[in-house]
């Protein structure tokens, strides 16, 4: 697959061309199956991994069980390595999976507020 760094996401997506927009962190492309479907990857901590050496590598898996097509692959030094199709559940401890993930991402969050607000308060106290 090709890459290319943007800031806006173009219309249309050209096939095999990962998209990556830093300054919206997100990964776009084509499904790899053909199928015409557009697949968006957020990257951070509840989401995907980018990783760039010159050639892109996403992580975890892309599973597109939502889709028609069921298709399941890893990109990987810019090549796309094939998985078994999604199935129902597959796709269920997916979402699961992506929901815990951004739960505790906003928990850790929520800890953060409370510890500042608690040591604004002792702050004020003194």
């Given amino acids: 697959m090709d890459h290319r760094f943007v800031e806006v996401l173009p219309t249309p997506l050209e096939p095999g ?13 084509l499904c790899c199956c053909g199928c015409g479907t557009e697949v968006v ?15 892109v590598s996403l992580s975890p898996s892309i599973g597109n069980g939502a889709y ?5 692959y890893v990109i990987q030094a810019s090549h796309v ?7 129902l559940e597959h796709h269920v401890r997916a979402q699961a999976r992506d929901q815990a993930a951004a739960l505790n ?3 850790s969050r929520l800890d953060r507020a409370k510890r500042m607000v608690a040591d604004l308060f002792r702050r004020i106290r003194r």
């Fill in 41 to 55: 990857t957020p990257l951070g901590p509840a989401g995907w991994a980018l990783r760039y050496d010159g050639r």
């Fill in 105 to 107: 991402l906003n928990l």
């Fill in 68 to 72: 028609d097509c069921k298709s399941h």
């Fill in 17 to 29: 061309v990962l998209y990556i927009s830093g300054a919206h962190n997100i990964v776009a492309h």
């Fill in 81 to 87: 390595r094939w998985l078994s199709n999604m199935t």
